[in-house]
T-cell receptor
Framework: DAKTTQPTSMDCAEGRAANLPCNHSTISGNEYVYWYRQIHSQGPQYIIH???NNETNEMASLIITEDRKSSTLILPHATLRDTAVYYC???????????????FGKGTLLTVNP | EAGVTQFPSHSVIEKGQTVTLRCDPI?????LYWYRRVMGKEIKFLLHFVKESKQDESGMPNNRFLAERTGGTYSTLKVQPAELEDSGVYFC??????????????FGQGTRLTVV
């Protein structure tokens, strides 16, 4: 599995952009980078994923470096409800084409302050 | 479209009893996963179904845990007999069929199991 490294915690002011970094220096060419988050006591929530190009959806943007060894999740206008643990995950390639095993590490606790 | 539904949301049982957790995936999702978060630990993968077949059950802790998905729709996870260390939050997730490296998994709200 490609190991990911994230800061333990970060703070962000409400209304400002939150930039969450992730290192995945051992990522291989066909492995995607996924971001999930878990708001307290809820189930994990999918945010975004990408392979090599930058991606944007209604929740966030994902910036992947050209060498793919790191990425940044950007929440453009953080709100108090974005306070959560954010997980950067690189699932291993499927075995037999049918595996999708998310490995949740400790993630980054993002606290959005008023 | 309904999301992934888990039942019950909470369960408190005594050590040695049996508990069955249920997960209803999003309609049409062939892939179904069970995960568990034990207090203070990270979320851990338990097993993966494709339709009714177990594709990967490498994360199942021991033979006290039995997961089924008869008919390829909803799934159950039975713990028999329950032990204190089985306490935690059990999450179910589902994803649609297709290139599995390029699709997202949708999680339920979890079942909080407390064994006393």
């Amino acid at each position: 599995d490609a190991k990911t490294t994230q800061p333990t915690s970060m703070d962000c002011a409400e209304g400002r952009a939150a930039n969450l970094p992730c290192n995945h220096s051992t990522i291989s060419g066909n492995e995607y980078v996924y971001w999930y988050r878990q708001i307290h006591s809820q189930g994990p929530q999918y945010i975004i994923h990408g392979l090599k190009n930058n991606e944007t959806n209604e929740m966030a943007s994902l910036i992947i470096t050209e060498d793919r060894k790191s990425s940044t999740l950007i929440l453009p206008h953080a709100t108090l409800r974005d306070t959560a643990v954010y997980y950067c995950i690189v699932p291993p390639p499927p075995e037999g084409g049918s595996n999708y095993k998310l490995t949740f590490g400790k993630g980054t606790l993002l606290t959005v302050n008023p | 479209e309904a999301g992934v539904t888990q039942f019950p949301s909470h369960s408190v049982i005594e050590k040695g009893q049996t508990v069955t957790l249920r997960c209803d995936p999003i309609s049409g999702h062939d892939n179904l996963y069970w995960y568990r978060r034990v207090m203070g630990k990270e979320i851990k993968f338990l097993l993966h179904f494709v339709k009714e077949s177990k594709q990967d059950e490498s994360g199942m802790p021991n033979n006290r845990f039995l997961a089924e998905r008869t008919g390829g729709t909803y799934s159950t996870l039975k713990v028999q007999p329950a032990e204190l260390e089985d306490s935690g939050v059990y999450f179910c997730a589902s994803s649609r069929r297709g290139p599995l490296l390029n699709t997202e998994a949708f999680f339920g709200q979890g079942t909080r199991l407390t064994v006393v």
